[in-house]
């Protein structure tokens, strides 16, 4: 059984993955057996997240492009499945985050994180499906958030494009789930991270945040590797749409 945790043979996409929580993924994946190939939109930043995961002993490569943009996503995929071969498992992780009080976010300041939060799940989602479909096999896993769940003041945009990315996963599972798919969201809580640097070095909100998660305290991203391998390892073939929140039970308390 323990076998079908294993990843041995398999290679990942981990968009967004030169730091933080895709950085971490990337590490528990290659740790677990994958090939992973790194992704960010600058050249320097995944040649040196490659460096360095290289030098732990691990099995990465990497591939620069923008989930932005349809049409270069589909042919880095291309590119990707021809020379290094077929992605067994994607993990859309690329996303960003907008503070502002709802009635002052701009137009442009809205689109910037539907482009990347939710349109980039589904440029990249939609180039690697074309091929995981013709080989009837694949694990995809969206990135999501509590905010895929709960809103909270002044993060407006994020909250609704994490919670159109929990949907999203579901309509890929209404779509793809019989043609060999298997896609599923992971759902982290309040990590230590540098999309949250504003919110840790707030002493406000880690005393609330303290409080309202029943853990007790704030999740290290290595923490999201075990659901993250499980969600992209043959132990979860018969789990389809779902997200798997990983937040030391913030949303299942009041």
Known sequence: MIDSF???GRRALITGSV???????????????????????DTERAQGACALLRDEGL??????????????????????????????????????????ALQDV???DWHRVMS??????????????RHMITRRHGKIINIGSVQSE???????PYAASKGAVRMLTRGMCADWAGLGLQINALAPGYFQTELNHALVN??????????????????N??????????????????????TLFVDGGLTSVV
């Open 116 to 129: 990347t939060n939710l349109d980039g799940v589904f440029n990249v989602s939609k180039a690697v499906a």
């Open 6 to 8: 294993r990843l041995n």
């Open 59 to 100: 099995d990465v490569d990497y591939s620069v492009f923008d989930v932005t943009d349809h049409a270069a996503v589909a042919k880095a995929i291309d590119a990707l499945e021809l020379r290094l071969g077929p992605l067994d498992i994607l993990i859309n992780n690329a996303g960003l985050q907008h503070r502002q």
């Open 202 to 219: 707030d002493p406000a909100f880690c005393e609330w945040l303290l409080q309202r998660t029943p853990a007790g305290r704030w999740g």
């Open 150 to 156: 709960l809103a909270r003041r002044s993060i407006a």
């Open 19 to 41: 730091r933080g929580i895709g950085l971490a993924l990337a590490r528990g994946l290659a740790q677990a057996g994958a090939q992973v190939v790194l992704n960010g939109r």
């Open 221 to 242: 991203v290595e923490e999201l590797c075990g659901a993250a391998v499980f969600l992209a390892s043959s132990a979860s073939n018969f789990v389809n749409g779902q």
């Open 106 to 108: 701009s137009a442009d």
